[in-house]
């Protein structure tokens, strides 16, 4: 019964390649986000997507392609990967008019080689 | 936009001692502050959270307080234990229940000395 799951849990790969990572919540919930954390554990939002509409794409380059085909769903592609782009990356969904609590999936922890 | 600065980065502190996280948040629209605990390898999950609108709230041995005048609240763990080891982050928002998510503080590795 895993509330937010995200695949896949590990991802190496090399240099130029494109990458995706999935996420799906079965909570409901009307809001998903996709989080970056870095080696020094910062966490920080990528995009937020409200009833598959999105709603905030902070300043991420664009070879990182949200996709979001039902609010169930919120996936992330990845073209021409950077050493740089090694992270683990959280997917999270939140109901609109709660409390904003996020629900974070397990982590996606991506290694460019 | 929010910014969230957190002190201290890391903290090491006895078994059975209390820990103290500080957070300072730059815009004073914001008006939800939860607490969010990362064990080593897991999820970030909530512990505890604090709305504009009460100063202090506490749950077992941990406790939050929030200072709206000068944009600052804090974590206040007591009599902690070797599984509060973790990394903590503070975070706001400006719009509670929004699709704005969270800004993180950059998180405070807590660590529990036996």
């Known amino acids: 019964d895993t509330a937010v799951s995200q695949t896949p849990k590990y991802l190496v790969t090399q240099m130029g390649n494109d990458k995706s990572i999935k996420c799906e919540q079965n909570l409901g919930h009307d809001t998903m986000y996709w989080y970056k954390q870095d080696s020094k554990k910062f966490l920080k939002i990528m995009f937020s997507?409200?009833?598959?509409?999105?709603?905030i794409n902070e300043t991420v380059p664009n070879r990182f392609s949200p996709k979001s085909p039902d609010k169930a769903h919120l996936n992330l592609h990845i073209n021409s990967l950077e050493l740089g782009d090694s992270a683990v990356y959280f997917c999270a969904s939140s109901q609109q008019g709660t409390t904003g609590e996020l629900f974070f999936g397990e982590g996606s922890r991506l290694t460019v080689l | 936009g929010e910014n969230v600065e957190q002190h201290p980065s890391t903290l090491s502190v006895q078994e059975g001692d209390s820990a103290v996280i500080k957070c300072t948040y730059s815009d004073s629209a914001s008006n939800y502050f939860p607490w969010y605990k990362q064990e080593l390898g897991k999820r970030p999950q909530l512990i505890i959270d604090?709305?504009?609108?009460?100063g202090e709230k506490k749950d077992q041995r941990i406790a939050v307080t929030l200072n709206k005048t000068a944009k600052h609240f804090s974590l206040h763990i007591t009599e902690t234990q070797p599984e509060d080891s973790a990394v903590y982050f503070c975070a706001a928002t400006l719009r509670e229940g929004g699709a704005d998510g969270l800004t993180f503080g950059k998180g405070t590795h807590l660590i529990i000395q036996p």
């Open positions: 997507y409200n009833n598959k509409e999105l709603i």
């Open positions: 604090i709305r504009s609108n009460v």
